[in-house]
């Protein structure tokens, strides 16, 4: 079949979709592009992918890569992870040299304008209407050059797909500095061409995240490639450009070599023979090992051609979306709620090659152990307690214990578990350690594979030893930890108040996981520690708020004064307020509401969503909508988390995430609230448990994992069920009425229905 045929066939455009169509063909893969972060991208990948092979469009900026308004590309980049980037093909037809003096070997201006020597460089626009996209396939003509380019991935590698007019000389640009979301030092390059239709070679880069790394490539060709040219930018003394406009001169130009060596500001043209029409597919296999890696990921991964790659990568996402069926609802609800399931798997990145090696972060060469299978890069996973892990554990069980086993081979490799695995470093992003939620979470629903004792002591490690700069780069630990527990909070001299309440619960946690594993001195001096919240929060004020060592409260107060000052690390509230963490005791509401008191409570959390205090755009706060259901007003939890999913998530390239969409945290929470479901605590009770709301669909399966769960399907039915009847009047688990809106997390593992009568007005009672 021909991917012409293949298009025919499954991909509709999105807003024509029809219930009855595979979950795979109800993704809008553009969702959300605009203004979104250099892992939200509209390109090919496979589940937890390395390779993210994707349009790229933008300059260095903090939300680099591909931007939806922009209506010209620059490039095609395989990888698109946190801090991670390298090997950009740009097809190109036609001279690269404007004249003798000039030259257009550079990515250019977003802006343009086009066609000038100084701003355009060697980008193309594009139309809207030549773009198409979905899970595993991108396609996209290049105006200025005539060129289709077509995309798709495995786990490891890319495959291009490059058609060339007739008439033109036909090339292939390899920039090997290309600009990302990260600013990049690339402190070398290498590209060896080993015959007429294969290169090597590797960039050795680092930022502020991913700290000596190095991207090693094996690019194949199904044409043969007549020559290679080389260029590297040599600004005049006193020049300080990177990317931009060209410059008298600038590049020096090597002909028809063999092998090329640079560093930053270089790259290689491909040369194929000839002028008649062609397309070239490019296969490359990528490793953070070794150019040998990289050929044998290329080697076991790519085998048939372009159309069976897309054939199969659209399979494995149908398979992964396929295991919640839903109906009713809008055809735009359907296309929202697909769409934020598919970006819950696209964010991480799976760093092991295919025999199992990987680069630690002290860049010794490693192979994973089992009954680990592989380790992933990514971001950190603050906030994640009660998005990708709720989600995970129930819906991708072997996906959760995979990156749980990841976790503790890390911990192995450098002695801490990391929270923010990026290219396997110790990267000091956000605070605290929520990703051991994870652990902690598989343990007590019973799915867990790895050893229990040894996650125990490796998260406890984390927990009474003061984080340190690791002698391989980056920071271990948490940063405030000695000060929290000498102080029983984190002082105003040492760093934000707010991790104060972000320890606290990651202590309550490991208090739960104690319980399980029948360590009564540690229940009881984490359970303890979990109580800390109380130490920063003022009678008089009513709130969390920011304290001195000696104990004396930080003057000037105001509740919805956001952030910290001096960065994530210096005092204040992290990417938040007093209003806002006040709210961040997930694990003794009942305290809390002690606290504030009952009307209190609902008071001011009713004003907060009348007003626009609650912030629904970022993890500190995601909890907001479901406090109700502990206040004893549960259909306000029904009324504000279908807010959320009707209201503040839709399917526009333009708005379609809440805030920062990150690494799939806002699109797990959007698929979860659209069931109905959410886990206050994390799933870390030892007997977990979800919150029930108000689902957007009149029906939902869950097809639950064989290996872990034992039964077969859970099915959500919301009789009557509409946005406007969005309130629960009455809910039976196996015909058994349900006093309290929680679902014990076994009861989903057992299999059987929950029903839901739904209604236009909160029934009270």
Known sequence: ?????????????????????????????????????????PGSCMPFGLVKLSPDNQENVWNGGYEYTVGSISGFSHLHGMSLSGVSYMPVSGNLEFGEEYSKLFPGQADGPFGHMWTAGYRSRYKKESETGFPGYYSVH????????????????????????????????????????????????????????????FIEQSNQYADDYAVYFVSRFSEPVASMDAWQYQPYSGDNVKYGTAWRRPYHIEKDVQSFTSAANSGVILNFPGK??????????ISFVSIKNARLNL????????????????????DLLSRVKVQGGTQDDRVKFYTNLYRSFTGKNILSDVNGEYRDMCEKIRTIKAPADAVYSGDGFWGAQWTLIPLWTLIAPEYANSISHSFLELYDAGGWIPEAPTALEYAPIMGAQHH?????????????????????????????????????GGFAGNRHLAPYMEYGYVPEEYGP??????????????????????????????????????????????????????????????????????????????????????????????????LLGLEEFNRRLETGFEHGYVDLSNQPNLQAPFLFNYSGKPWLTQKYSRHVVDDLFNTSPYSGWVGEEDEGQMGSLCALLSMGLFEMKGGCSVEPYYDLSSPMFEK????????????????????????????IQSAELNGKTLKQPILLHRDIAAGGTLELQMGPEPDKN
Not at 5 to 22: C, D, E, R, S
Not at 454 to 462: C, E, F, N, V, W
Not at 497 to 522: G, H, I, M, P, R
């Open 276 to 285: 008649e029409a062609k397309t070239v597919t490019i296969q490359t296999g």
């Open 497 to 594: 108040v707010s991790n104060t309440l972000e320890y606290a619960y990651d202590d309550w946690c490991l208090a739960q996981f104690a319980k399980a594993l029948n360590k009564a001195k540690d229940v009881k001096t984490f359970t303890e520690r979990s109580m800390n919240y109380q130490n920063v929060y003022d009678e008089q004020t009513g709130y969390m708020r920011r304290r001195h060592a000696d104990g004396r409260w930080v003057q000037d107060f105001d509740p919805f004064r956001m952030g910290t000052e001096g960065g994530w690390n210096g005092p204040g509230y992290m990417e938040g307020n007093a209003w806002l963490y006040t709210w961040f005791v997930p694990h003794d509401l009942k305290g809390l509401i002690d």
């Open 299 to 318: 080697n076991e991964e790519m085998h048939g051609d372009f159309d069976t790659a897309v054939q199969q990568a659209r399979q494995a996402w149908n």
């Open 436 to 472: 051991n939620a994870l652990l902690i979470s598989s343990f007590q629903k019973g799915i867990a594979e790895f050893d229990a004792e040894k996650a125990y002591r490796a998260i406890k490690h984390d927990y009474i030893t003061p984080g340190i700069e690791h002698p391989c």
């Open 700 to 727: 939902i399966i869950l097809n639950l994992h064989e290996t872990y769960y034992s039964g077969n399907t859970f099915t959500i039915i919301a009789h009557n069920n509409s946005k406007t009847n969005r309130y």
């Open 142 to 201: 290049l105006l200025d050059y005539d060129i289709t380019v077509e995309l798709t991935a495995t786990l490891r590698c890319g495959m291009i797909r490059a058609t060339y007019p007739q008439g033109k000389t036909a090339q292939l640009l390899l920039n090997l500095d290309i600009p990302a979301e990260e600013l990049n030092e690339i402190r070398a390059t290498h590209v060896t061409r080993n015959s007429e239709t294969e290169i090597e070679g």
């Open 1 to 41: 079949m021909s991917i012409k045929t293949f298009i025919l066939i499954f991909l509709l455009p999105v807003l024509t979709l029809h219930a009855g169509k595979p979950p795979v063909d109800q993704v809008n893969v553009f969702t959300g592009t605009s203004n979104s972060r250099w892992m939200l991208f």
